[in-house]
Nanobody, 122 residues
Framework: VQLQASGGGLVQAGGSLRLSCAAS????????MAWFRQTPGKEREFVAH???????YYTDSVKGRFSISRDKAKNTVYLQMNSLKPEDTAVYYC?????????????????WGQGTLVTVSS
């Protein structure tokens, strides 16, 4: 499975961005998908997850602001980010796993996209 993330950019605090992650080379519909993010000097942290049947989970800091979704027909997962804050600035990575329940554990995910940079200015 190959993952291609896109949609990052520079936005002012309070603004919105939508990240996309296009998958190819596998049975996308059966994979559990997630977004992680990483800032320099810190570990990659969990942001959001969506199961193959559409159940989603979020880290506390983005609940109510971010929304993860997937379009199985387009083999794409999205992360809609609203009310962005400077602390959301990071490189965002999409990830895929064939199975597993540790949805916030990056070691569960076998496939990773290349990352897309989100910068939120104050």
């Amino acid at each position: 499975v190959q993952l291609q993330a896109s949609g990052g950019g520079l936005v002012q605090a309070g603004g919105s961005l939508r990240l996309s992650c296009a998958a190819s080379g596998g049975t996308f519909g059966s994979y559990t998908m997630a977004w992680f993010r990483q800032t320099p000097g810190k570990e990659r942290e969990f942001v959001a997850h969506i199961s193959w049947f559409g159940v989603s989970y979020y880290t506390d800091s983005v609940k109510g602001r971010f929304s993860i979704s997937r379009d199985k027909a387009k083999n794409t997962v999205y992360l809609q980010m609203n009310s962005l804050k400077p602390e959301d600035t990071a490189v965002y990575y999409c990830a895929a796993a064939r199975s597993g329940s540790r949805w916030n554990d990056r070691s569960m995910y076998e496939y990773w996209g290349q990352g897309t940079l989100v910068t939120v200015s104050s």
